[in-house]
């Protein structure tokens, strides 16, 4: 089956700083999306990318289909974007996804 | 549209028993889905199912569990004679689509997850 890597597994940053999560996926896929998962494990949908580039807000993320990766860009970061990061995969239109190890966002004040 | 409801949200049961866990998806979704998610890890596909249909099974899944979604709308997720093993975070997920991007991308919105803790 395909696998999903994510990267880094823990990333500590300073409140207003800047960082980059990176998907990686072993095979083709026609759907992509990223998650935030609060502390309380509540799973909220960031985008759905399959490819090309998207922003919202203080957030944007591209996916390069043709290398099999994605990133998630974080600006300007606050406290409320700590949390756990997934990016999750289907190659299928969506029948499966197949969810990453995830990063494990903190942002201290 | 209240989202994706799922009930309960916390069980404390004992090795052996039975639990039976609820979801209710976004109306108008035709398709819903069940991840199991234990600590430090990403959510694990379980099952899915297009409309009341089950179309995939995870080999992850043992005989104990049992899905279904009758009539397409809610769904239910049993687990029998439970184990230490299966506590873990279950979370349903709901989702438009269909086989082509034509039909719909198949974003996923999940529930807010029910806790199981088999003792």
């Known amino acids: 089956g395909i696998q999903v890597e994510q990267s880094p597994p823990d990333l500590i940053l300073q409140e207003g700083a800047n960082s980059t999560l990176r998907c990686n996926f072993s095979d083709s896929v026609n759907n992509l999306q990223w998650f935030h998962q609060n502390p309380w494990g509540q799973l909220i949908n960031l985008f759905y990318?399959?490819?090309g580039t998207k922003q919202n807000g203080r957030l944007s993320a591209t996916t390069v289909a043709t290398e099999r990766y994605s990133l998630l860009y974080i600006s300007s970061s606050q406290t409320t974007d700590s949390g756990v990061y997934f990016c999750?995969?289907?190659?299928?239109?969506?029948?499966?996804?197949?969810f990453g190890p995830g990063t494990r966002l903190s942002v201290l004040p | 549209d209240t989202g994706v409801s799922q009930d309960p949200r916390h069980k404390i049961t004992k090795r052996g028993q039975n639990v039976t866990f609820r979801c209710d998806p976004i109306s108008e979704h035709n398709r819903l889905y069940w991840y199991r998610q234990t600590l430090g890890q990403g959510p694990e596909f379980l099952t899915y199912f297009q409309n009341e249909a089950q179309l995939e099974k995870s080999r992850l899944l043992s005989d104990r569990f049992s899905a279904e979604r009758p009539k397409g709308s809610f769904s239910t997720l049993e687990i029998q004679r439970t184990e230490q093993g299966d506590s873990a975070m279950y979370l349903c997920?709901?989702?438009?689509?269909?086989?082509?991007?034509?039909?719909?991308?198949?974003?996923?919105?999940f529930g807010a997850g029910s806790r199981l803790t088999v003792l």
């Open positions: 990318i399959p490819s």
């Open positions: 999750a995969v289907a190659y299928n239109y969506g029948q499966n996804f197949v």
């Open positions: 997920a709901s989702s438009l689509g269909g086989w082509s991007l034509i039909s719909g991308a198949n974003v996923l919105t």
